[in-house]
């Protein structure tokens, strides 16, 4: 007990040294714990939507209508009272039609949509929140409206649609051949997969208002998804089991609720781990932070220490007290944290609104407010905060052994220990067995920790290993540099000559606020640096003759007479037209091939990554074309092209580099797919590589000319023209061909930034933290030193000096400061991204000056404010009441 | 009670060797009143601080109560000083965080006394300072300070007291009234007492007296105070 009664003593008698301890802790625990909890809430709203997300229990899907007996299989399971749906899914264009509000230059006549086709079962689960509140079927069929001449087809849109077409509630749409009344505003859809990337706003129409639209032809690019709900108490296995055998000739994919969502789940768990990553890293920098507090402490009670030793004390009692005070406080700060990061978890969401084409938080009804799943973030939480305290506090408390009792007579006592005067392997107790075994046990606890909160051995070794090297490289330049201000020519300034001598100054812990701050920003500047070169992939270097249009579903009767309008409206403009159908794989070598589509998204974890790549190359939709000859940015790896003008007998095919690679196609390989029921084989004559930056239509599977003949093709338009040219070349194709979509690069490419960007905002946000606790650590080291520098600095005063060089030299110390450790963070970060471009995005770095500087201009801000914010008050001390107390 | 024999220190100072202690041997037996006198420098203080365990002599041993303190290791050495031996400083050494009663509570607390709040406060009443338990020392007086340290030294019934120049940062008026109250405790308690002084007039006070000059025994006198 004695421990605890002298803990709360001493505390309670330094609570102002504490404050910053206490501070560092709840920093690192809030931004972590705000990361953990909204990742549960998210997981377990996605496990409870999982039917919403779908729409149903099971979900039938492909690409083309059902066959006949397809259509039969459902009509017996209807038999069976099992309810279906019938939703199709594609991309139009929707033009306005008559008057309607005033037309600003910036509104648009047509916009691509996303336009879905609903019975009027839909939805079978879940909600659709409209405006007004009306039942889906009574907007979607309005009454005493006519349209034209016949009654109107009702729509109910998303609001940006209307906002961008200067649209409003009443006005009228032409979609395909139909005239659609906007009746309603579509708040919330809860089957709309949560993708990130949309190409427009959504479109709801009846299925009548589909067929009169006129806009599935053969081959059209169409998702036709028909959505199950079984009888209560049902099974669903064995019916999806049932439905995927009796309709294996219309070659559909049959899913489950459960596995419906992997990819939403798999993003927002990976997003959810390296987000709280960045967290630890913030409570790491804390832990720094507690570090520097406590051995600043120690040093500041050598004589308290002295003293209990000498009535009788042993080491172990001593460090006994220290420790207990440094984890009460660790509780303090843990419970602060706890109670911050549930304050601080309501702001992430917003932070990442916008990166899905739905508020998929919202529909998920993602709260932020505690509920059961909140105990186990908490829980880990607090236990990260406490251990993080207890690893960072006991090696500088080792320094009490150090403390002899007879210390208490010395008059040098607080300067420097004979351990800081030797040689550097001695400063760092690398004689000592207990400092280095202990050393070793703070980073293997370090590295426990990192690995519990990656949920992945390798994720979080790699973290530690990372960070540990940050903090080396950190350390070694940060000592060098330093070391290296003290070897420079007599500096003529005062100030910078005093400015210097407070940074190399033993016991001011320079090179633990490098580290702090310099981490912080290394962080910062990589997120920063690395969005920067994904913008520019695909942003910058987009080749001058890039396509502005893709225009899309033309078909074959079409082609003609779709040259014919853009080269009238361009001017002479011709655009390049390309055949291609959907298909599917059917065999491989003879073999059928397996979609393994029973996985869970837990099994998948489990999974290598290239079973996962398999996978998914298997699984996917190949849209395939015939060229004559080898298109721009393709080179063959292997084997040869096929003869121009020569048909052949045998269909031919050049796969892509990295799927042969994956399906372990080669030369001679036979590949059979199924188109629309139909199938075709193909031999495998060349392998390609692909630049698949070069924004030109790229395959996957290219086949030899005659090899697509009869099969239901349709083209795909690309053209490149001047921006002034791209509005009225879009609505002369709208016009002319109701059922052509027209795909805006520029809108793809804004789309992707606009993601990207709110991601490295939810990024860098969490980071911010790391930055604030490096703040903090860098007040703790200052207050640490704080009554050295009052010190020096009436003495400076009784010898003449005015307060402005005073601050002066302040402000040049904590420049120099941020000067050092900016630049050293900077490098970090340019090497770190470098290896994160070259290694994973596999993409060339280039040098950032703009985010350098600035990374360089943030941290000397960051130093510097915090040294004045820590240090102003000193400079207004009358120098007579502090000398007469020494 | 206390042996100390062929006790030598030598320390290295500004990379010089500098003996403090040169073979000093004397013994003093339980409940005698020694003052070690010497100009500054002899090796008074280091003498006192070797004998409470606080720091170990270069060659020589030092026995306390029968048990050789120079082989044992440092935690040995802290239990043993809470047992057997209390310390005075001339400077107090008094835990600036801590009120009064809270610096006597440490060595109570320390050796697991039962009811240390109420002997703490004993104490303190009878070293005068009944009124100021709760004082921090930066608010006591230099010999109300010191009374404190006395208190302290006197927590755990020491067999063995400690002192080093106790008077030495006080007036005169103050010191003889530390004086006096040290040495009412010593007979009250039947503790062996080692004071060093400057002070001829403490020095006389004592059973015997034992004068260092650079690092050796000069003279040790044994008489009585009654003489």
Known sequence: MFEFKMAWRETRGAWRHFVYFFICIAIGVGALVAVSLFASHVNRAVTREARGLLGGDIEIRSSHPLSVGGERVLATLNERGIATAHISELVAMAARHGSGAPISERRRLTQIVELKAVDSDYPLYGTLVLDPPHSLERLLHPEGETCGTAPCLGAVVQESLLIRMGLSLGDRLKIGQAIFLVTGIVRMEPDRMANAFSLGPRVIVSREGLQAAELIKPGSRVRERRLLKLPEGTLIEPIQNEVKERLAADSVRVSGYREAQPQLKRFLDQLARYLGLIGLTALFIGGLGVAMSVHAFVREKMRTIAILKTVGADTGTVVRVYLVQAVCLGVLGTLAGLSGGVLLQAALPSLLTDVFTTDVLKQLGVSPGLSAVSFLPLVKGALLGLLTTVLFTVWPLLAIRDIKPAAIFRRDIETMSAAERGRWWTRWGLNDRLKVLTGLAVLIGLGGLSVWQAGAWKVGLLFIGGLTLAVVVLFLCGTFLIGGLVRLPKMSSLSLRYAVGNLVRPGGQTVGMLIAIGIAVTIIATVSLVEKALLRQVGDTRPVDAPTFFFIDIQPDQTTDFVGVVERRTGGVKPELTPLVRSRLHTINGETVKVDEDHNADDKQEESKEDRRKQWYLSREYVLTYLDRLPKGNEIVQGHWWISGDTGTTPLVSVEEEAAKAMGLNIGSVVEFDIQGATVAAQVASIRKVDWGSFSTNFYMILSPGSLDGAPLTYVGTIHVPPAQEIPLQEAVVAAFPNVSAIHVGDVLDNFGRVLDRLSLAIRAVALFCLLAGGFVMAAALAATRYRRLYESVILKALGATRTLIGRIFALEYALLGFIGGTIAVGLSSALSWLVLVYIFELPWSFQPVVLCSALALTMGVTVTVGFLGTFRLLGEKPLAILRHE | ?227
Not at chain 2, 84 to 107: C, D, M, R
Not at chain 2, 112 to 120: H, K, L, N, Q, T
Not at chain 2, 184 to 194: A, E, M
């Open chain 2, 1 to 227: 009670m206390i042996g100390i024999s062929h006790v030598s220190m030598r320390l290295t100072a500004g990379g010089r060797a500098v003996t403090i202690l040169d073979d000093v041997t004397f013994d003093v037996p339980a409940k005698q009143m020694v003052a070690i006198v010497g100009p500054s420098g002899s090796g008074k203080s280091t003498l006192l601080g070797l004998i409470a365990g606080l720091d170990r002599p270069t060659s020589g041993s030092i026995r306390l109560n029968g048990a050789d303190i120079t082989d044992m290791s440092e935690d040995k050495l802290a239990q043993y000083r809470r047992a057997h031996v209390g310390y005075i400083f001339q400077s107090f050494h008094l835990i600036p965080t801590l009120t009064a009663k809270e610096n006597v509570l440490v060595p109570l607390e320390l050796a697991g006394f039962p009811s240390a709040d109420d002997r703490a406060g004993e104490l303190l009443a009878a070293v005068g300072l009944g009124d100021r338990l709760h004082h921090y020392p930066v608010q006591l007086s230099g010999g109300e300070q010191q009374r404190v340290a006395v208190a302290r030294a006197f927590a755990c019934r020491p067999s063995v007291l400690l002192a080093d120049e106790p008077t030495g940062n006080l007036d005169s008026a103050t010191g003889e009234q530390v004086m006096e109250l040290l040495l009412s405790l010593q007979r009250d308690h039947g503790t062996t007492l080692v004071l060093v002084t400057h002070d001829p007039f403490i020095a006389s006070t004592m059973q015997r007296v034992i004068a260092l000059r650079d690092g050796r025994v000069e003279s040790d006198d044994v008489r009585h105070p009654a003489d």
